[in-house]
Every structure is written in C-alpha cells, then in structure tokens.
C-alpha cells in the first residue's frame, strides 16, 4: 500500500509499504477513506518535537471503514465507518475511566509518560499513523466511533484531532458568557477555538495571525484580527480592553512561532524563530487573575517560561494533551444535528498520490492552505476549496 513516510528532518516520501495486520486481539484494521495534514506533522518534519524514528508513517486524522476486526472488538465489525481519535487508549485504567484518554497508562509500549498517538516520536509509541491506505488501530474496542451516514468524510476528518483539541483548549479556559478571549494562532486548531469560544458565549474574541488568509476566515467567523506584524498585538489588546487585558487567552501556535517582522520567506522546513513568542504574549496579554490554555505543541526542550510575570498577575494556566476520545461522541452528535459543520473550514482536498506536494504547499503557508484533506484516488479532486462558505462553522 501507499503512505507517507518519515526518513528523516526535512525527508517524507510516499513510500510503498506491507499492509498492516491484527496483532492483538483488540485490534482493528481500517481502510482509511479519508485522513489529514496537520501543523504538529509539520513538527515532527521540521525536527523541532522528535525525535521521529526513520520509517513511521505520519498522520493521526483518520477516517475509514472498518475491514478486520480481533477476536476481543465487540462493539465494530467489518464495514462500520468511523472517526479514529489521534490520541490511543486502552479504556481501563484510572486515567482513562476519568475520561483523561491522552493520559492513559497502559497504551503505550515504553511506558506511561508519553501520551501514545499516530505517526509521532519515538517516545510515543511509535504507532505507525494514517496517512495511508489501510491502519491498525490499537485498542479499537476503546478509540473509533462509529459515523451516522449523513456525517461526510469532509466533516468527521477534522473531528478527530483538530475540532476536539480546539474544544478542550476553550473548554480549560473556562469561558464564559461575556468573558473576551484571545486566540494566538489562526491556523485550523485556531479557528476552531475561535468557533468553540463563540459556541461557548465569548463577548469578544481577538484572533492573532500575521497571514493574510487566515486573519479572513478569523474575522468571516466574528473573531476581530490583529496581525501582528502590522501592530504590536500586546499593545493592541490592552487598548481594546481598555487596558485591563484579555479574561481568557488560547495559545494556538506552540513551538514553531515566528517573531514579528522576521520573513519566512520560501525556505522549505523552516522551524519558527520564536520557540516561546506566543506564550510570552499569552502572559503579557491576559488580565489579571484570568486563564491562559496552551494547546499548542511543546517539547520538553522548552525551559523557558515568564513565570515572575505570570505570577504576579495571579494567572492560571491549564495545558497538555487532548483526550479527545472524551469529546469525539459528543462532536460527532453535533454535526450530525447540524450544530457545528466543521469542514468549512477545509480549504484544499488532495489525493493521496499528491501528498508531498501538498505537504510543501501547508509547510509554506500558502495562500489559501489552512487545512489539507488527503484521499485516496477514487475519492479525491485535487481542488482548492477557498473561503469559509457561510461565515462560520457553528451550525444553526
């Protein structure tokens, strides 16, 4: 089969591999009919999280049908359609009873202190990921949900990582009816805690981005844009707030920001200049006794951190890993309502068999390129989707 595979900082291909196979009895196997290219992919790529093991395939969006199942999958059988949570958990021990599925002590082979999720580190696992044709699913008596037919591939892609882990960030930053909100980043996690902040009450939600296309799907959704390569986005902030500084604040960026003013240019696999801007601004911008919740990736490398000026402002900072086996059931019952419709947000729809390219064209921040959808060839028009159709992902 066909996947896209890691050989090292800067080197993916499309590889052809064995298929996957039952290992264990909870175990499933999934032909993928639709999976993702997501900024924490574009981490492992560019060597600021790892370190990756030569050979894991990358991708942990996926959607499919179920093929195969292990003698101990009582809830799936062959042809069920389901969403594959990005993180792994076995269901049964006290972190995942607690509904803390990214926590989960039994998942991961080399032990409890990294969460265990596809197509990552070596720490992780490493699963072998999805973006591919067929995937095994550890634990699938635990992970997938099953789709109701009207629920498209276009929508249950961007439920398994990025909608959920959008959610949890607002949903830890406790907001409120009223409370005004800052989201650092505006790539597709950040829209969506943009959307999950106004589904929430949100009286005001400031987006900060400095690429042009984004900041418009931002504003398209509510969200009043601040590029922060036009004005200071600190400065702007505590004017708007008349000082006092934003109630809540969602670091959507992690390790990869840029500084201000300092060009990407064309430079392919380019790691951001600016490890720890977004939470340094997280803190200058947040009011006093307000919340800061960091769902953007870090590695353990990060040491440095503001903590005086957090301090002193009587801050709490909630962070981590999306359990997003917690918040899948309740998405999926939310587009299938037609409360949220998450694929308006989804702006590029490319074939499997063009992957690298579209890889190098999301790494790149081209115009347009918010969320890539990768699918196999009979399912797939290469087509670039544009502008959010009707303004925002919350339904009716």
């Known amino acids: 089969m066909r996947a896209v595979v890691y050989h090292g900082v800067g080197d993916i291909r499309l590889d052809d591999v064995p298929e996957p196979t039952i290992q264990d009895g909870n175990d499933a196997i999934v032909r993928l009919t639709a999976s993702a290219i997501c900024g924490t992919d574009l981490h492992f790529v560019r060597g600021t999280v790892g370190p990756m093991k030569p050979g894991t395939i990358l991708g942990h969006e996926g959607v499919g049908i179920v093929e195969e199942t292990g003698k101990d999958v009582r809830n799936l059988r062959k042809g069920d359609r389901v969403v594959i949570p990005s993180t792994i958990a076995c269901g049964t021990c006290t972190y995942c009873r607690s509904g803390w599925y990214s926590k989960c002590d039994a998942a991961n082979p080399n032990g409890p202190e990294n969460t265990a999720f596809y197509g990552g580190p070596e720490g992780s696992g490493p699963f072998q990921g999805l973006q591919a044709e067929y995937a095994r699913i550890p634990f699938a008596n635990v992970g997938p949900v099953k789709l109701p037919e009207h629920v498209s591939d276009d929508d249950a892609i961007l439920l398994s ?27 597709p996690v ?17 987006a900060i981005d400095t690429i042009a296309s984004r900041l418009e799907m931002a504003r398209a959704q509510g969200a009043e844009p601040i590029d922060f390569n036009a004005e200071d986005p600190v400065e702007a902030l505590k004017e708007a707030m008349k000082g006092s500084g934003v109630d809540r604040v969602i670091d959507a960026v992690g390790i990869d920001a840029e500084k201000p003013h300092d060009d990407q240019g064309s430079e392919l696999w380019r790691a951001g200049k600016g490890p720890g801007q977004a939470l340094a601004w997280a803190v200058e911008t947040v009011a006093k006794g307000g919340i800061i919740s960091v769902i953007g990736v870090y590695p353990p490398t990060l040491q440095e951190f503001p903590f005086g000026k957090a301090f002193g402002k009587n801050i709490t900072i909630r962070m ?4 997003h086996r917690r918040y899948l059931p309740h998405a999926v019952r939310s587009v299938a309502s037609g409360d949220i419709s998450p694929s308006k947000i989804l702006t590029n729809l490319e ?18 390129w918010i969320k890539v959808e990768l699918a196999p060839q009979d399912r797939a028009q290469t087509s670039e989707r544009g502008e959010v159709e009707s303004g925002t992902v919350i339904g009716r």
């Open 161 to 187: 990582d990025i909608w959920t882990t959008a959610y949890f960030g607002a949903d830890m930053a406790h907001i409120e009816p009223g409370k005004s909100v800052a989201v650092f980043g505006c790539g």
């Open 351 to 368: 074939r499997m068999t063009d992957a690298i390219e579209a890889y190098k064209a999301f790494d790149l921040r081209k115009p347009g």
């Open 320 to 323: 981590g890993d999306c359990p």
């Open 190 to 206: 950040g829209q969506f805690a943009i959307a999950s902040a106004l589904k929430l009450g949100a009286g005001r939600v400031f």
